[in-house]
């Protein structure tokens, strides 16, 4: 069965179009789009309100088709595309439509235009994965360093030899279960839909599927699930569970193939690999020389002697590193390398993230106050989205526009345009999104701390302007943002607090706020409402 899903830009447009026509995300009050859509599907028939509705048309495609994140049966999507209002060729993501013998979902994978060298490394992927058919390949490396490219190419190269092929970020932390139906449903051609009745189930059905077809998943950004900072390897709270589905991959007898990109190397992958065994593991470095000039070059360096070897080396060829600090030198250096690399004062180990925090001490608070917004945002945003998000900051939509013209400069910002709307969308970068996530996090709870700590408002700056969950009415997007903002507060605060203690000081900190003027207040105490109501839940829990 031929399936869909939308482009990044094409969620963006569906939102739009949707709030135009006042169409939610549950049909509880008004199914007018399921009855439209059954029409466009099956024109013939007469269809009423409250269902049933055609083949395809259903409460969860028409979810799935707003989230974007999973392909639909290709005449659901056409047919929601249809009745609001868009083109779906405009709408749709074109990889999922390169279909030819597999069974193709990309997720949310990002489009790779330029790629150079790692001709070595494709080579030996390949051998491992069609020749001596690998069951777990596990690709790491530092942030940066070029792992998720490097995948996407691989699966690009071998996807002929696969019935099927998934492409999933964990980036959004999702919960195991969720992640398993979400594998099974698309192996399964949409059939098995109900959730697995428990992770351990879940898992035997996917590794039926496994067994039964040749499958290539790809599973990048794999380090969300494990805890960052202790020892290496060990899996967040709640997360295990991946664990074992990762174990159970490796050991297990079938015919397909797991890929994961990771920063961090999980235990599993250290127990299990071998160079004679069905589990390898590959450790990405950076780009050869002759290969980051060429990023280099792309950036607009095109006489390459003096200091480029130099700067290559600083940065160990690490192509998201020398792409940011390319932007840089061309700003702040006016192009030239030698001054930069007088001046750089490059000590840690992991060149990404002090780069990113060199970069981070030269943004002016605005640009600060975008790129957190970008973060908390997770997906691309129109410019008056981020101006209402920053309703209490006070900046016209011109100091707007000259701030993120220079995000754009320094490379940490992807500016994407919807032509036929004229209208301009704003990302980060993948990696930097992860390093200004965290920073957030981190921000957040020294506030918290702060505030605590002093019976005082002064530090409240970051909980004030910027909101830890947007209100909206779309629970999924919701989730998301809880998992990857609100949870990592929490779970940061309890490591110098007791949850009760926790309770009792988030309820102080409101009563602090209590009558206080909006422009004071902003996001302030929406914030706290969220971090209480949420601790409280934990504390509820057995
Ligand atoms: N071989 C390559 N040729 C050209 N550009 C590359 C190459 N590899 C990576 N890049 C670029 O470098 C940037 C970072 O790459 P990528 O996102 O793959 O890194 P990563 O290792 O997955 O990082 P993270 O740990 O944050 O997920 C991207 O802009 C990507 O397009
Ligand atoms: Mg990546």
Redesign the pocket.
């Known amino acids: 069965m031929p399936s869909l899903k939308a482009s990044r830009l094409g969620i963006v447009k569906i939102r739009q179009a949707r709030n135009e026509k006042g169409w939610g995300w549950s049909i509880d009050q008004d199914d007018t789009c399921f009855v439209e859509a059954s029409k466009v599907v099956e024109p013939e028939k007469n269809w009423q309100s409250g269902g049933p509705y055609a083949d395809g048309v259903s409460e969860g495609t028409w979810k799935r088709f707003l989230a974007g994140r999973q392909a639909i049966s290709a005449a659901a999507f056409k047919a929601y595309c249809q009745i609001l209002g868009l083109n779906w060729q405009e709408v749709v993501d074109r990889r999922t439509q390169l279909n030819h013998n597999t069974s193709t979902d990309w997720g949310d994978a ?1 489009d ?7 001709s070595a490394e494709l080579e030996q992927l390949e051998r491992w994965i069609t020749k001596d058919n690998c069951r777990l390949v596990a690709l790491f ?13 691989l699966a690009e190269q071998v996807k002929e030899n696969f019935e099927y092929l998934i492409w999933r970020s964990l980036r959004n932390a999702p919960p195991l279960q969720e992640f398993i139906s979400d594998m099974i449903e698309f192996l399964s051609n949409g059939q098995g839909t109900d959730l697995p009745e428990s992770s351990d189930s879940g898992v035997s059905r996917l590794l039926g599927h496994l067994r039964e077809h040749r499958c290539l998943l790809l599973l ?2 794999f ?1 969300t699930v494990l805890r960052g900072g202790e020892l290496a390897g060990q899996y967040r709270g709640g997360y295990q569970g991946y664990g074992k589905l990762i174990r159970r991959v490796g050991e297990e007898r079938h015919q397909s193939c797991l890929v994961l ?3 961090e190397k999980p235990t599993e992958v250290s127990s299990l690999a071998g160079t004679t065994l069905p589990v390898r593991e590959l450790k ?1 470095r950076g ?1 050869g020389y002759e ?1 980051a000039k ?2 280099l070059q792309t950036k607009g360096f095109s006489n390459l002697k003096r200091g480029s070897e130099e700067l290559i080396q600083l940065y160990r060829g ?3 590193a ?2 940011i600090v390319a932007s840089t030198i061309k700003e702040v250096f006016n192009g030239d390398i030698y001054q930069f690399i007088d001046q750089s004062t490059l000590v840690i180990n992991d060149v ?1 993230i002090n780069l990113l925090s060199e970069q981070f001490q030269r943004l002016s608070a605005l640009e600060i106050e975008i790129i957190y917004w970008l973060a908390i945002e997770n997906y691309p945003v129109p410019l008056p989205e981020l101006r209402a998000n920053m309703q209490f900051s006070g900046t016209s939509s011109s100091q707007l526009i000259v701030a993120l013209t220079s995000l754009q400069r320094r490379s940490l910002l992807d500016k994407e345009s919807m032509q036929e709307v004229e209208e301009v969308v704003f990302t980060l ?3 930097v999104m ?1 390093y200004i996530t965290n920073q957030f996090i981190e921000q957040v709870c020294k506030e918290i701390r702060a505030v605590i700590k002093t019976k005082s408002l002064i530090k409240l700056v970051l909980l004030r302007s910027h909101a830890l969950v947007k209100e909206q009415e779309d629970d999924e997007l919701k989730a998301i943002q809880i998992r990857r903002i609100l949870t990592p507060v929490i779970e940061k605060l309890y490591v110098k607090l007791k949850s009760a203690d926790l309770v009792e000081q988030l309820k102080e900190v409101l009563s602090m706020l209590k009558g206080k003027s909006p422009p004071t207040v902003g996001y302030a105490q929406i914030n706290i409402l969220n971090l209480l109501s949420m601790t409280e839940n934990q504390l509820q829990q057995p």
């Not at 490396?141 to 190419?153: D, N, S, V, Y």
């Open positions: 990002i790779i235009s330029a790629f150079y060298g790692r490396g530092m942030g940066g360093i070029g792992k998720t490219a490097l995948a996407l190419k990048d950004d380090e990109t990771t920063r990405l780009l290969d060429r990023i690490n192509p998201s020398l792409k990404i970068q993948p990696v992860k």
